[in-house]
């Protein structure tokens, strides 16, 4: 530009520019193929002389129709005709001082890539889930409903020490704990839904509920059926392990709990019970699927000789070369081992180390489990298989091996439809690590479309969630994942910001602290890399199972429990920094996810002590009416669900945002400083008139928070209010 920024302000007012994909500006929002297609663009009033559209794939131009004033804006239109391929545009404004362009990131004012709005035709996105208040259950710790299917102490052994049953329900996690287990199960959450039902929550996402040796269940063992100890046990065996003995096969008691179909059955039946339960009282569930790797115990694999003689299971394939289910897994060979089970897939997987003297493998570098060399273990010294690729080298997640086992490629398509479709009728998938899945993007992008028709013939309301850190542009084109667990556009940056911590308490970073900046530049970009109806139902989550809980962020200390104890987490952490948080997680784009425990004020390190269990009869008390508030208000007003967003202020320690429609505005503002501000919002910008007037629905503050309301009027399209230090006003416009 040859002018300064300062001198186009002066006839050009970029701030006053605005579209988006919400139905205020595009309608419909999603259209089908071929569908014609309303574009609006607002701009200041008298300052642009023309106004178009310009598509980049046609390299072509729509002029676009002065439609209307009002005394600050003027608003133009035109319509699209689309075709069944996705459309990119942006707009420009020629005005008195040249022509500029408005795309995703705003006013172009220098120099810069355009970074175009997209349309993807028959693109959909669940309505339900655009804006749903989610709730986010780590099971075992969460309530125990049924003491009678606890993991015994013994049972059974794992990674180097036997199974745990843990009988103080407060007692916090070890540093290592996935063998103990506290007892939560799905009787607990069944027993829950009223309360859930009363704090607002709409979405229930459960942590993974398969059968698993491990509290975490990330380590799947059986994807057809529940696991009983979060089900029902309704064949049992009294005895565990002996002491000294590893040998899982031994274990009468696992044996039965895991492999008995009269247990297997009752479990899938609690399931389908907690569904039309949570139906019932108007809450959708949405399961965890593990579909990268499954575990070292699962009936494919049967490392453990679990199944070996259980009835109705075939022989997995571990030690057995003629196993249905060998080409599921990439074994490799043993140096100097040139028999059969040298490798069924691809041999790109982390390398290995090959067998100890002793006839224990150690495929990459941990013994497995201590379970080899027994004559009821088809894996024994005499026989003992090849290694086989762990995902990230860990041989109790091995990795499944898509690409040469179109076989294991249908099981896993039949899974995605079994739980979302009667009788379980589960609501959607979110899906663990699942940019790793597969040995190669392009499979990975094949496998997930395909994944995508199989869920959505099934039930074409499921949502699909996928874990994902970084850019997930690329999975979000319409025809794979519905949306994303929302870090890059939410949790990192408003940690960054309200805190200056890192997501796992690993870091404190002070120029990250209150700096603005750096909050709306990583808003901007992540966001601009979602469509609109991705965003909409992305997950916002302050905290959850892998990451420190956001109230222990807010003391700004380094830690984990390993290094610092788990005692350090509780300490000196800031309830007010918490409310803002949450202040600015009920109104931002998005879906809002509270992690259990985080309304009753639970803290914790990094996991495993983010999975600390609920504290029923100690919660915070003024941590739960702000939750309870916040969510009411959430669930109040659609422009938090589905509306524009528009930021207003933006200073060291201060952020002002509106979220609007054509009904209503709603501005949310927050004070991170230690002092009390006056804070001048220019309202004018979210179409706030002098003639209207805001009122405050909620006010938090160092000691709590306030529902009294209190009238602003602008003068001359702004209002200053006073926000108390590390506090936060939502204020909603009067019409």
């Known amino acids: 530009m040859a002018l300064a920024d300062e001198q186009i302000k002066e006839t050009f007012q970029p701030e006053a520019v605005f579209s988006d994909g919400t139905e205020m500006f595009r309608s419909p929002c999603e259209p089908e193929p071929y569908d014609t297609v309303t574009l609006r663009l607002r701009v200041g009033k008298d300052q642009a002389k023309q106004a178009r559209i310009v598509i980049t794939e046609r390299s072509r131009c729509i002029?676009?129709?002065?439609?209307?004033?009002?005394?600050?804006?003027?608003?133009?239109?035109?319509?699209?005709?689309?075709?069944?391929?996705?459309?990119h545009y942006f707009f420009e404004i020629a005005t008195s001082n040249g022509v500029f362009r408005y795309d995703r990131l705003g006013v172009m004012l220098a120099d810069r890539e355009t970074v175009p709005f997209r349309i993807t035709p028959g693109f959909h996105t669940p309505q339900w889930a655009k804006g749903a208040v989610m709730y986010q259950i780590f099971v075992d710790r969460f309530c125990n409903g049924d003491p009678t299917n606890d993991v015994q102490t013994g049972e059974y052994y794992y990674i180097d020490r036997y199974a745990q049953r843990v009988t103080d329900w407060n007692r916090v996690p070890e540093a290592k704990d996935v063998q103990e287990f506290y007892g939560g199960d799905l009787r607990g959450v069944i027993k829950k839904l009223d309360y859930l039902r009363k704090l607002g929550v709409e979405v229930l996402y459960l942590n993974p509920i398969f059968v698993s040796p491990s509290s975490h269940k990330y380590?799947?063992?059986?994807?057809?059926?529940v696991d009983p100890h979060f089900g029902v046990i309704v064949k049992d065996a009294p005895t565990g392990l002996c002491e000294g003995d590893t040998l899982n096969a031994h274990s009468a008691q696992y044996v039965a709990r895991v492999t008995s179909h009269e247990n297997l059955a009752a479990s899938n039946d609690l399931f389908a019970e907690l569904v039309r339960e949570a139906h019932i009282r108007g809450m959708r569930v949405i399961i965890?699927?593990?579909?990268?790797?499954?575990?070292?115990?699962?009936?494919?694999?049967?490392?453990?000789?679990?199944?070996?003689?259980a009835e109705g299971f075939d022989d997995g394939a571990y030690g057995v070369p003629d196993s249905p289910y060998r080409s599921f897994f990439d074994f490799k060979k043993k140096p100097g081992n040139m028999s059969e089970g040298s490798g069924d897939g691809p041999t790109d997987g982390a390398p290995v180390d090959g067998y100890s003297a002793d006839g224990k493998c150690t495929a990459n570098g941990t013994t497995l489990n201590g379970n080899l060399g027994s004559e009821n273990h088809p894996g024994n010294s005499a026989d003992a298989d090849d290694p086989y690729d762990g995902w990230w080298g860990h041989d109790t997640?091995?990795?499944?091996?898509?690409e040469r086992s179109p076989k294991l490629k249908n099981y896993i398509m039949r899974i995605a439809r079994k739980w979302i479709s009667a009788p379980f009728g589960a609501d959607g998938w979110r899906l663990d690590v699942a940019a790793d899945l597969g040995h190669s993007e392009e499979y990975n992008h094949e496998f997930w479309k395909e994944f995508r028709r199989n869920v959505k013939a099934s039930n074409?309301?499921?949502?699909?969630?996928?874990?994902?850190y970084g850019n997930a542009?690329?999975?979000?084109?319409?025809?794979?994942?519905?949306?994303?667990?929302?870090?890059?556009?939410?949790?990192?940056?408003?940690?960054?910001?309200?805190?200056?911590?890192?997501k796992h308490s690993d870091a404190y970073r002070e120029d990250m602290l209150n700096n603005e900046k750096a909050f709306d530049f990583a808003m901007r970009c992540n966001m601009a890399r979602f469509q609109t109806a991705s965003l909409q139902v992305a997950m916002n989550e302050l905290s959850n199972h892998d990451h420190s809980r956001?109230?222990?962020?807010?003391?700004?200390?380094?830690?984990?429990?390993?290094?610092?104890g788990a005692a350090a987490a509780d300490e000196g952490v800031n309830a007010a920094v918490m409310r803002e948080a949450v202040l600015i997680q009920m109104t931002w784009p998005g879906a809002p996810c509270v992690y259990y425990g985080d309304e009753a004020g639970v803290c914790g390190w990094t996991d495993p002590d983010n999975r600390r269990t609920y504290p029923w009869g100690h919660e915070d008390p003024m941590m739960m009416r702000f939750h309870r508030e916040m969510i009411r208000l959430h669930r109040s007003y659609n422009s938090l669900r589905t509306g524009s967003l528009l930021m207003l202020v933006e200073e060291p320690g201060v952020l002002a945002f509106a979220r609007m429609n054509e009904a209503e505005t709603v501005i949310t503002v927050v004070n991170n400083n230690e002092e009390d501000r006056d804070i001048t919002i220019p309202v004018w910008r979210a179409g706030i008139t002098d003639r209207q007037s805001l009122v405050r629905l909620i006010h938090s503050h160092r000691d709590g928070f306030g529902l009294d309301t209190e009238i602003y009027i602008p003068r001359d399209g702004r209002i200053t209010i006073c926000v108390a230090a590390t506090g936060g006003v939502i204020l909603k416009n009067m019409r």
């Open 63 to 87: 002029e676009m129709v002065l439609t209307g004033s009002d005394e600050r804006f003027d608003w133009y239109r035109a319509e699209v005709e689309l075709t069944d391929r996705f459309l």
């Open 219 to 225: 380590d799947i063992q059986d994807y057809d059926h």
């Open 288 to 309: 965890d699927g593990v579909f990268n790797h499954c575990g070292s115990f699962n009936k494919w694999l049967d490392r453990e000789g679990i199944y070996r003689n």
């Open 397 to 402: 997640l091995p990795k499944l091996n898509y």
């Open 460 to 468: 074409p309301d499921a949502l699909i969630l996928a874990e994902h």
């Open 473 to 502: 542009e690329r999975w979000l084109g319409g025809d794979e994942w519905d949306s994303v667990m929302n870090y890059d556009a939410f949790m990192e940056p408003v940690s960054w910001f309200l805190t200056g911590m890192e």
């Open 550 to 564: 956001f109230l222990t962020r807010t003391n700004r200390q380094v830690g984990r429990t390993a290094s610092v």
